[in-house]
């Protein structure tokens, strides 16, 4: 402890964001810190359902997290990935899945021989070649010890904050009531000294941060940060929110079906289905919106479609100053990926390897920023890749998307795979080889070419080595439960 300056954490804002950052930071480094989460219940979190990415597993193995209590605590279901519907053209559809397609070799990955494969002939569906696909198209899951089976959760995102609130407090967090009603600044640093509340009571800290959703108390109104505005690439920038009753088994995966002037998604938990509808106001009045959403949902809704507003893009700095800032109050991207929850957790594992304890160094302030930003920015050029590879022109928005200008990285990385098949993951990248394969192949892109190493195999080896790798993919998944009765048996939430 000799030489620690910084202890005293505060977090404006619970929710996800707020009680994630809680519960990571008392679990890994409560020994050498003082821990204030402030919040207020009357400013409540919309609760329809999130969706994850396979990365909340580790996370929450390194908070010690039990998966059937969380499972029963949020009535979470399980996840293998994401269909996309109409996003290509009309009609369309393919499944993002969180498996590993095939088996690749070090030369070369797995769809080149599936490539030459089609180009003689007898090659099968992609998505044939993968276990978790094939068992989320089948609606079929199981999990164990000795699983090697890739996937996430779908939760609900209130239950999921109140199942870390009392993990937190539990392990020594304090929560204060109360809504912030101003922040007092050093006058010659400009460094957050403390909240003040509502009810007087001041709350006073050595490092805050910023869980205040896209009001951005502190990172923006009052260090007045500054914000990149990703518009002109995602242009949607509204969303309707809506739980409704569930009307048949959860399945095993998302769904992202494109609109005229956006998506829509559906998220299915073990006693409802969350449901939101992402739309350009530009392209689509909110009436229209919301009256969309309510013809295509499925089951009762459980209230009133609530309107959500943003502004898709970035903080110029996600830690100014004392102040870092988490989940909405940094930045946002739509949750078409589901990497909102990911984007909290990375952060805040960032942070604990960053931590400055013994001040506030430049050098590190600007790596956990160079960072941050990298990680950010590989996750939008992901999400304007399903927007920009498309062929509708069935409405304004369509043509925009498909003839806009997008990033160089991006462009580079179409070209790549257009022209050759290679497709990378980088070090600093969330999204793997699998990944952009399935989504650019999905999204109607044929390459022009690709590794050849096929070519070397003797005649009949590739026919044989698909047809039984298919095969027992195939065995394997008819051998799995289906998806709802191993919710039922292993995790089943309380009515």
Not at 115 to 139: K, M, N, T
Not at 441 to 470: C, E, F, S, W
């Amino acid at each position: 402890m000799d030489g620690q300056i910084v202890r005293k954490v505060v977090i404006a804002g619970g929710g996800t964001a707020g009680w994630l950052a809680a519960a990571a930071l008392v679990k890994q480094l409560g020994g050498l810190l003082d821990i204030t989460l402030v919040e207020s219940d009357e400013i409540g979190t919309i609760g329809v359902g999130e969706s994850t990415i396979p990365t909340v597993r580790a996370f929450h193995s390194l908070l010690g997290i039990d998966e059937q209590e969380f499972m029963r605590a949020t009535q979470s279901s399980f996840k293998l990935g994401i269909a996309f519907e109409n996003w290509g053209r009309s009609g369309d559809r393919y499944l993002h899945s969180f498996g590993v397609l095939g088996k690749s070799t070090w030369m070369a990955d797995f769809h080149h021989f599936w490539l030459q494969a089609r180009a003689e002939g007898f090659a099968g569906d992609i998505g044939d070649y993968c276990f978790e696909l094939q068992a989320a198209e089948a609606s079929r899951f199981a999990t164990g010890d000795n699983s090697q089976i890739n996937y996430a959760y779908h939760l609900d995102a209130t239950l999921y904050a109140r199942f870390l609130r009392a993990r937190s407090e539990a392990d020594g967090v304090k929560r204060v009531e109360g809504k912030i009603a101003s922040i007092k600044q050093e006058s010659e640093t400009g460094f957050i000294q403390s909240l003040v509340l509502e009810s007087g009571q001041i709350v006073s800290g050595d490092l805050f941060i910023d869980c205040t959703g896209f009001r951005a108390l502190l990172i923006e109104r009052t260090l007045e940060t500054g914000y990149e505005d990703w518009g002109d690439w995602l242009a949607t920038d509204s969303a309707y929110a809506v739980q409704t009753e569930s009307v048949g088994p959860a399945v095993p995966y998302t769904r992202a079906i494109a609109h005229e002037a956006g998506w829509r998604w559906q998220i299915p938990l073990q006693h409802r289905i969350g449901n939101g509808l992402v739309f350009s106001s530009k392209h689509m009045t909110d009436d229209s919106a919301k009256a969309l959403l309510l013809d295509q949902i499925e089951g009762e809704p459980l209230f009133d479609p609530r309107l959500i507003r943003y502004r898709t893009g970035t903080r110029r700095k996600v830690w100014n100053r004392n102040c870092v800032a988490l989940g909405l109050a940094s930045g946002f991207i739509e949750p078409l990926e589901s990497t909102s929850i990911h984007l909290i957790m990375i952060a805040v594992t960032r942070l604990m390897q960053y931590f400055p304890f013994n001040g506030f160094d430049a050098a590190l302030i600007d790596r956990y920023n160079q960072l941050s930003r990298t990680e950010l920015e590989g996750v939008r050029d992901f999400v304007i890749l399903h927007y920009f590879l498309t062929e509708r022109d069935d409405s304004a928005f369509w043509r925009r998307c498909r003839t806009m200008d997008i990033p160089d990285s991006l462009v580079r990385r179409i070209a790549l795979f257009r022209e050759s098949a290679r497709a990378y993951q980088a070090s600093d990248e969330l999204f793997r080889v699998d990944s952009w394969v399935q989504v650019m192949l999905g999204q109607g892109i044929r390459p022009n070419g690709y590794h050849q190493v096929a070519r070397l195999m003797p005649p009949g080896q590739l026919r044989q080595a698909l047809g039984d790798l298919k095969a027992g993919i195939a065995s394997a998944v008819a051998r799995m439960p289906s998806h709802q009765d191993f919710l039922q048996f292993h995790c089943r939430a309380p009515a």
